[in-house]
């Protein structure tokens, strides 16, 4: 599909529209979150790794020695949920022996994208100085094109931070911010065309030599396909893998199996 075959670029990114019960999600996340934090033994909530209310990060310690550090950051195209929605998320991780880090972070319009991409990058470091061994980012929708930022060439990180990044896996991420200037929602990005560009990872340099997989399912919209294939063929050596018969809200659903393919892929790659 090129950009002449679409006519209505909301729909185009319109998930729930799309999904069966997709207005069931926010609540039935947002249940198995409080219900694994109220279940972990190990976790160190609301770290604030900045000043305003929303730059706080939650941890969760694994059983025994820890492998290193995960990070994980939650999507909502910059406009909606918090780290409270995705606590569960971090059990496949976990069980495989890493520390988990969920941050949230502020959002638009009270802040733009690229604030929000530093904001990232502070929370990396912050969770980064209180966890040894290597660092992996994982993140959803935004947060794929959060995580796939700390890796271009004007990266937030230091350099101490970005030499321990070892494996990156964007699920459903946003590469190439350009098109969502012709959505609504650009009413609260207030991207212009040099913004957009500038804040599109796959319009960047990649300059980590560490692994990047763009993970996606194989029944979101055309558009998210589209995206993730186009920063496989942007960064050479990218992995573009379709997972089969699933969409953009239960994509995420491996993460919680430490033996699933996602989480291989995230831990043991």
């Not at 939650?58 to 994980?72: A, C, E, K």
């Not at 070892?166 to 207030?190: C, K, W, Y």
């Not at 996606?216 to 942007?234: C, I, M, N, Y």
Request: proline content about 6%; overall charge negative; some cysteine.
């Amino acid at each position: 599909m090129t950009d002449a075959d679409i006519k209505d670029w909301d729909d185009a990114y319109a998930n729930g529209a799309h999904i069966p019960g997709a207005a069931g999600y926010p609540d039935r996340w947002a249940r198995a979150a409080r219900d694994f934090r109220a279940g972990w033994p190990d976790s160190s909530l609301d770290a604030a790794y900045g000043v305003s209310d929303r730059q706080k990060l939650d941890l969760f310690y694994p059983q025994g020695t820890s492998r290193g550090l995960v990070i994980f950051v939650h999507g909502g195209y910059w406009l909606r949920f918090d780290k409270s929605f995705w606590s569960q998320f971090a059990t496949g991780a976990l069980r495989q022996g890493w520390t988990v880090c969920l941050p949230s972070y502020d959002l638009a319009p009270t802040v733009g994208i690229a604030d929000i991409t530093k904001q990232i990058g502070a929370a990396v470091m912050f969770a980064a100085q209180r966890c040894d061994g290597p660092v992996r980012l994982s993140g959803h929708s935004a947060g794929g094109h959060l995580v796939t930022r700390m890796v271009c060439d004007d990266t937030p990180l230091d350099e101490k931070t970005l030499e321990r990044l070892e494996n990156i896996v964007s699920i459903s991420g946003l590469h190439d911010l350009r098109p969502l200037r012709r959505t609504q929602m650009n009413a609260s990005f207030s991207l212009t065309e040099t913004a957009a560009a500038e804040e599109s990872p796959a319009l960047r340099t990649k300059i980590s030599d560490c692994p990047v997989t763009a993970w996606v399912g194989a029944q979101e919209r055309p558009e998210f396909v589209r995206q993730s294939r186009l920063l496989s063929e942007a960064w050479p050596g990218t992995r573009f893998h379709a997972e089969p018969g699933k969409h953009h809200f239960d994509v995420i659903d491996a993460l919680e199996d430490p033996e699933s393919e996602l989480v291989r892929t995230l831990v043991s790659t």
